[in-house]
Protein backbone atom coordinates (compact mmCIF):
# COMPACT_ATOMS: atom_id res chain seq x y z
CA UNK A 1 0.00 0.00 0.00
CA UNK A 2 0.60 3.50 -0.71
CA UNK A 3 2.00 5.72 2.45
CA UNK A 4 1.26 8.82 0.05
CA UNK A 5 -2.15 9.76 -1.84
CA UNK A 6 -1.00 9.42 -5.29
CA UNK A 7 -2.40 11.21 -8.20
CA UNK A 8 -4.89 8.44 -10.52
CA UNK A 9 -2.87 6.50 -13.16
CA UNK A 10 -2.96 8.06 -16.04
CA UNK A 11 -1.33 6.69 -19.68
CA UNK A 12 1.85 7.69 -20.58
CA UNK A 13 0.75 9.80 -23.55
CA UNK A 14 -1.41 12.47 -20.51
CA UNK A 15 1.55 12.18 -18.17
CA UNK A 16 2.59 15.85 -17.48
CA UNK A 17 6.38 16.91 -18.68
CA UNK A 18 8.18 19.01 -16.46
CA UNK A 19 12.18 20.29 -16.60
CA UNK A 20 14.91 18.49 -15.49
CA UNK A 21 15.77 21.02 -12.91
CA UNK A 22 12.47 20.75 -12.04
CA UNK A 23 12.33 17.00 -11.29
CA UNK A 24 15.38 17.42 -9.03
CA UNK A 25 13.19 19.92 -7.03
CA UNK A 26 10.36 17.71 -7.06
CA UNK A 27 11.60 15.01 -6.02
CA UNK A 28 11.92 14.96 -2.34
CA UNK A 29 15.43 14.99 -0.49
CA UNK A 30 16.02 13.80 1.81
CA UNK A 31 13.99 10.99 0.06
CA UNK A 32 11.31 9.70 2.77
CA UNK A 33 12.11 6.42 1.68
CA UNK A 34 15.02 4.31 -0.37
CA UNK A 35 15.51 0.80 -1.74
CA UNK A 36 18.64 -0.16 -1.34
CA UNK A 37 20.50 -2.92 -3.38
CA UNK A 38 24.04 -4.25 -2.21
CA UNK A 39 23.07 -2.82 1.13
CA UNK A 40 25.12 -5.88 2.99
CA UNK A 41 28.29 -4.54 2.18
CA UNK A 42 30.58 -1.96 0.96
CA UNK A 43 29.21 1.12 -0.99
CA UNK A 44 25.59 -0.04 -0.76
CA UNK A 45 26.01 -0.31 2.78
CA UNK A 46 27.65 2.83 3.04
CA UNK A 47 24.67 4.65 1.61
CA UNK A 48 22.32 2.87 3.30
CA UNK A 49 24.01 4.49 6.64
CA UNK A 50 24.01 7.66 5.19
CA UNK A 51 20.59 7.90 3.89
CA UNK A 52 19.67 6.80 7.37
CA UNK A 53 21.75 9.67 9.49
CA UNK A 54 18.88 11.63 6.89
CA UNK A 55 15.88 10.33 8.27
CA UNK A 56 15.42 7.84 4.82
CA UNK A 57 13.35 4.73 5.63
CA UNK A 58 15.20 2.07 3.71
CA UNK A 59 14.97 -1.84 2.35
CA UNK A 60 17.92 -3.08 2.16
CA UNK A 61 18.93 -6.35 -0.25
CA UNK A 62 21.47 -8.17 -0.53
CA UNK A 63 22.08 -11.67 0.09
CA UNK A 64 24.16 -12.09 3.63
CA UNK A 65 21.17 -12.55 6.07
CA UNK A 66 23.86 -11.57 9.32
CA UNK A 67 25.47 -8.62 7.24
CA UNK A 68 21.90 -7.14 6.73
CA UNK A 69 20.73 -7.75 9.88
CA UNK A 70 23.87 -5.76 11.41
CA UNK A 71 23.04 -2.73 8.82
CA UNK A 72 19.51 -2.90 9.20
CA UNK A 73 19.66 -2.37 13.25
CA UNK A 74 22.50 0.39 12.75
CA UNK A 75 19.97 2.02 10.29
CA UNK A 76 16.51 1.01 11.67
CA UNK A 77 15.56 0.03 8.04
CA UNK A 78 13.74 -3.36 6.89
CA UNK A 79 15.97 -6.23 5.11
CA UNK A 80 15.13 -8.28 2.50
CA UNK A 81 17.69 -11.37 2.04
CA UNK A 82 17.71 -12.43 -1.60
CA UNK A 83 19.91 -13.43 -4.47
CA UNK A 84 19.42 -11.12 -7.48
CA UNK A 85 20.66 -13.76 -9.97
CA UNK A 86 17.11 -15.60 -9.13
CA UNK A 87 14.26 -15.59 -11.61
CA UNK A 88 12.01 -12.93 -10.35
CA UNK A 89 13.66 -11.65 -7.79
CA UNK A 90 12.87 -8.25 -8.98
CA UNK A 91 9.44 -8.64 -8.75
CA UNK A 92 9.78 -10.05 -5.01
CA UNK A 93 12.17 -7.27 -4.10
CA UNK A 94 9.77 -4.52 -5.38
CA UNK A 95 6.76 -6.01 -4.26
CA UNK A 96 8.67 -6.34 -0.57
CA UNK A 97 9.71 -2.03 -0.93
CA UNK A 98 5.56 -1.50 -1.90
CA UNK A 99 4.53 -3.40 1.56
CA UNK A 100 7.19 -2.16 3.82
CA UNK A 101 8.17 1.24 2.23
CA UNK A 102 5.12 2.46 0.27
CA UNK A 103 6.49 4.52 -2.42
CA UNK A 104 10.31 4.36 -3.45
CA UNK A 105 11.52 7.73 -3.46
CA UNK A 106 14.95 6.41 -4.15
CA UNK A 107 16.30 3.54 -5.92
CA UNK A 108 19.92 2.81 -5.20
CA UNK A 109 21.87 -0.09 -7.18
CA UNK A 110 25.03 -1.44 -5.59
CA UNK A 111 24.58 -4.80 -6.07
CA UNK A 112 27.47 -5.91 -7.80
CA UNK A 113 30.18 -8.81 -8.46
CA UNK A 114 33.88 -8.67 -10.34
CA UNK A 115 35.81 -10.81 -12.32
CA UNK A 116 39.89 -10.46 -12.56
CA UNK A 117 41.86 -12.00 -15.01
CA UNK A 118 42.10 -13.14 -19.02
CA UNK A 119 39.06 -13.35 -20.09
CA UNK A 120 39.67 -16.22 -22.63
CA UNK A 121 39.71 -18.62 -19.05
CA UNK A 122 37.01 -17.41 -17.68
CA UNK A 123 34.36 -19.78 -16.94
CA UNK A 124 30.78 -19.31 -18.65
CA UNK A 125 28.57 -19.38 -15.33
CA UNK A 126 31.03 -16.95 -13.74
CA UNK A 127 30.68 -14.51 -16.52
CA UNK A 128 26.59 -15.34 -16.94
CA UNK A 129 26.29 -14.29 -13.63
CA UNK A 130 28.35 -11.43 -13.49
CA UNK A 131 26.40 -9.94 -16.34
CA UNK A 132 23.29 -11.08 -14.55
CA UNK A 133 24.06 -8.93 -11.31
CA UNK A 134 25.78 -6.28 -12.87
CA UNK A 135 23.46 -5.71 -16.21
CA UNK A 136 20.21 -7.68 -16.11
CA UNK A 137 19.11 -7.29 -11.94
CA UNK A 138 19.51 -3.36 -12.34
CA UNK A 139 17.79 -3.00 -15.98
CA UNK A 140 15.10 -5.35 -14.21
CA UNK A 141 14.53 -3.63 -10.84
CA UNK A 142 14.49 -0.22 -12.58
CA UNK A 143 11.92 -1.56 -14.92
CA UNK A 144 9.91 -2.88 -11.73
CA UNK A 145 10.14 0.35 -9.72
CA UNK A 146 9.63 2.84 -13.25
CA UNK A 147 6.21 2.93 -13.33
CA UNK A 148 4.83 3.55 -10.01
CA UNK A 149 7.86 6.82 -10.54
CA UNK A 150 6.51 7.93 -13.49
CA UNK A 151 2.91 7.57 -12.07
CA UNK A 152 3.85 9.57 -9.32
CA UNK A 153 5.83 11.90 -11.31
CA UNK A 154 9.20 11.57 -9.22
CA UNK A 155 11.55 9.43 -8.10
CA UNK A 156 15.60 8.81 -8.34
CA UNK A 157 17.43 6.36 -9.51
CA UNK A 158 21.21 5.55 -8.97
CA UNK A 159 23.57 3.01 -11.10
CA UNK A 160 26.62 2.40 -8.99
CA UNK A 161 28.93 1.44 -12.11
CA UNK A 162 32.34 2.06 -12.50
CA UNK A 163 35.67 3.98 -14.04
CA UNK A 164 36.33 0.36 -16.14
CA UNK A 165 32.96 0.69 -17.65
CA UNK A 166 34.14 4.04 -19.21
CA UNK A 167 37.99 3.28 -20.01
CA UNK A 168 37.84 -0.47 -20.44
CA UNK A 169 40.63 -2.41 -18.59
CA UNK A 170 42.71 -4.80 -18.76
CA UNK A 171 42.24 -8.15 -17.10
CA UNK A 172 38.40 -6.94 -16.53
CA UNK A 173 37.53 -7.76 -19.72
CA UNK A 174 34.01 -9.25 -18.46
CA UNK A 175 33.37 -5.87 -15.76
CA UNK A 176 34.20 -3.60 -17.89
CA UNK A 177 31.83 -4.45 -20.50
CA UNK A 178 28.76 -5.10 -17.52
CA UNK A 179 29.91 -1.36 -16.65
CA UNK A 180 30.06 -0.09 -20.29
CA UNK A 181 26.43 -1.60 -20.36
CA UNK A 182 25.26 0.59 -17.64
CA UNK A 183 26.93 3.49 -19.32
CA UNK A 184 24.46 2.67 -22.07
CA UNK A 185 21.37 1.98 -20.02
CA UNK A 186 21.62 4.82 -17.52
CA UNK A 187 21.60 7.57 -20.94
CA UNK A 188 19.25 6.39 -22.59
CA UNK A 189 16.64 5.44 -19.73
CA UNK A 190 18.05 9.54 -18.64
CA UNK A 191 16.45 10.39 -22.25
CA UNK A 192 13.60 8.73 -22.48
CA UNK A 193 12.01 10.03 -19.20
CA UNK A 194 13.30 13.27 -19.28
CA UNK A 195 11.08 15.77 -18.59
CA UNK A 196 8.79 13.28 -16.33
CA UNK A 197 10.10 13.80 -12.97
CA UNK A 198 12.69 11.40 -12.82
CA UNK A 199 16.37 11.59 -11.90
CA UNK A 200 18.81 9.28 -13.59
CA UNK A 201 22.20 9.14 -11.86
CA UNK A 202 25.50 7.18 -12.65
CA UNK A 203 27.89 7.15 -10.46
CA UNK A 204 31.50 5.88 -11.74
CA UNK A 205 33.93 5.13 -8.82
CA UNK A 206 37.65 4.48 -9.11
CA UNK A 207 38.71 2.12 -6.59
CA UNK A 208 37.07 1.63 -3.11
CA UNK A 209 38.19 -0.17 0.11
CA UNK A 210 35.63 -3.02 0.07
CA UNK A 211 35.96 -6.43 0.11
CA UNK A 212 34.96 -6.39 -3.60
CA UNK A 213 38.71 -7.02 -4.42
CA UNK A 214 38.62 -10.06 -2.29
CA UNK A 215 35.57 -11.82 -3.03
CA UNK A 216 36.89 -11.39 -7.01
CA UNK A 217 39.93 -13.25 -6.19
CA UNK A 218 42.14 -10.75 -6.89
CA UNK A 219 43.31 -7.76 -4.61
CA UNK A 220 43.99 -4.00 -5.54
CA UNK A 221 47.70 -3.86 -6.08
CA UNK A 222 48.10 -0.63 -7.86
CA UNK A 223 49.80 1.96 -5.36
CA UNK A 224 48.49 4.84 -6.57
CA UNK A 225 45.54 5.98 -6.70
CA UNK A 226 44.54 4.69 -3.43
CA UNK A 227 41.12 3.34 -2.63
CA UNK A 228 39.06 5.07 -1.52
CA UNK A 229 36.61 4.64 1.82
CA UNK A 230 33.42 3.13 0.72
CA UNK A 231 32.19 6.47 2.90
CA UNK A 232 33.51 8.82 0.51
CA UNK A 233 31.79 7.23 -2.57
CA UNK A 234 28.70 7.31 -1.02
CA UNK A 235 28.69 10.90 0.36
CA UNK A 236 29.19 12.07 -3.12
CA UNK A 237 26.91 10.09 -5.16
CA UNK A 238 24.28 10.98 -2.56
CA UNK A 239 25.12 14.82 -3.44
CA UNK A 240 25.06 14.42 -6.91
CA UNK A 241 21.51 12.03 -7.14
CA UNK A 242 20.35 15.64 -4.59
CA UNK A 243 21.38 17.60 -6.98
CA UNK A 244 20.06 15.84 -10.17
CA UNK A 245 23.38 15.20 -11.71
CA UNK A 246 23.40 12.90 -15.00
CA UNK A 247 26.93 11.13 -13.57
CA UNK A 248 29.23 11.72 -10.66
CA UNK A 249 32.82 10.70 -10.80
CA UNK A 250 34.35 9.74 -7.89
CA UNK A 251 37.31 10.92 -7.34
CA UNK A 252 35.96 13.85 -9.55
CA UNK A 253 39.49 13.91 -11.19
CA UNK A 254 38.92 10.41 -13.17
CA UNK A 255 36.10 12.28 -15.55
CA UNK A 256 39.55 13.40 -17.19
CA UNK A 257 40.78 9.96 -18.52
CA UNK A 258 37.11 9.67 -19.87
CA UNK A 259 37.78 12.77 -21.55
CA UNK A 260 40.78 11.79 -22.77
CA UNK A 261 39.59 7.94 -23.84
CA UNK A 262 36.23 10.15 -25.92
CA UNK A 263 38.68 12.98 -27.59
CA UNK A 264 41.62 10.61 -28.85
CA UNK A 265 41.85 7.06 -28.54
CA UNK A 266 44.86 6.50 -29.87
CA UNK A 267 46.25 9.03 -27.21
CA UNK A 268 44.52 7.39 -24.35
CA UNK A 269 45.63 3.70 -25.74
CA UNK A 270 49.23 4.80 -25.66
CA UNK A 271 48.91 5.93 -22.19
CA UNK A 272 47.07 3.15 -21.05
CA UNK A 273 49.33 0.81 -22.21
CA UNK A 274 52.32 2.27 -20.32
CA UNK A 275 50.66 3.00 -17.12
CA UNK A 276 47.68 0.35 -17.24
N1 LIG B 1 35.09 -1.63 -4.75
C1 LIG B 1 35.45 -1.02 -5.85
O1 LIG B 1 36.65 -0.71 -6.07
C2 LIG B 1 34.43 -0.58 -6.86
C3 LIG B 1 34.83 0.37 -7.82
C4 LIG B 1 33.89 0.80 -8.77
C5 LIG B 1 32.61 0.29 -8.74
N2 LIG B 1 32.25 -0.63 -7.79
C6 LIG B 1 30.87 -1.13 -7.83
O2 LIG B 1 30.25 -0.78 -6.62
C7 LIG B 1 29.20 -1.69 -6.34
C8 LIG B 1 29.35 -2.16 -4.90
O3 LIG B 1 30.59 -2.84 -4.76
P1 LIG B 1 31.34 -2.89 -3.38
O4 LIG B 1 32.70 -2.37 -3.60
O5 LIG B 1 30.51 -2.29 -2.33
O6 LIG B 1 31.47 -4.47 -3.22
P2 LIG B 1 31.06 -5.45 -2.03
O7 LIG B 1 31.49 -4.87 -0.72
O8 LIG B 1 31.57 -6.77 -2.43
O9 LIG B 1 29.46 -5.45 -2.06
C9 LIG B 1 28.76 -6.05 -3.12
C10 LIG B 1 27.30 -6.12 -2.75
O10 LIG B 1 26.58 -6.74 -3.83
C11 LIG B 1 25.75 -7.76 -3.31
N3 LIG B 1 25.58 -8.84 -4.24
C12 LIG B 1 26.52 -9.47 -4.99
N4 LIG B 1 25.98 -10.48 -5.69
C13 LIG B 1 24.66 -10.51 -5.36
C14 LIG B 1 23.57 -11.34 -5.74
N5 LIG B 1 23.72 -12.37 -6.58
N6 LIG B 1 22.36 -11.08 -5.20
C15 LIG B 1 22.18 -10.07 -4.32
N7 LIG B 1 23.18 -9.25 -3.93
C16 LIG B 1 24.41 -9.48 -4.44
C17 LIG B 1 26.50 -8.27 -2.07
O11 LIG B 1 25.58 -8.92 -1.24
P3 LIG B 1 26.05 -10.10 -0.22
O12 LIG B 1 27.37 -9.66 0.36
O13 LIG B 1 24.95 -10.08 0.81
O14 LIG B 1 26.17 -11.33 -1.01
C18 LIG B 1 27.04 -6.97 -1.51
O15 LIG B 1 26.07 -6.34 -0.71
C19 LIG B 1 29.34 -2.82 -7.36
O16 LIG B 1 28.38 -2.63 -8.37
C20 LIG B 1 30.75 -2.64 -7.91
O17 LIG B 1 30.86 -3.11 -9.23
C21 LIG B 1 33.13 -1.06 -6.85
Not at 90 to 109: C, F, K, P, W
Amino acid sequence: MSTRSRPAVQDRASRPVISRARAAASAPWPPRTALVTGASSGIGRAAALRLAQDGTKTLLVGRNGVALDEVAAATGGHRFATDLTAVGAETAVASRATELLGDVDLLVLSAGIGAAGPFEVMSPNALRDLVTVNVLAPMMLVRAVLPAMLDRGEGRILLVGSVAGALGVRGEVAYSASKAALVGFADALRSEVRGRGIVVTLCLPGAVDTPFFHRRGAPYVRRWPKAMPPSRVADRMLAGVARGSAEVWVPGWMSLAARVHGAAPPLYRRLANVFG
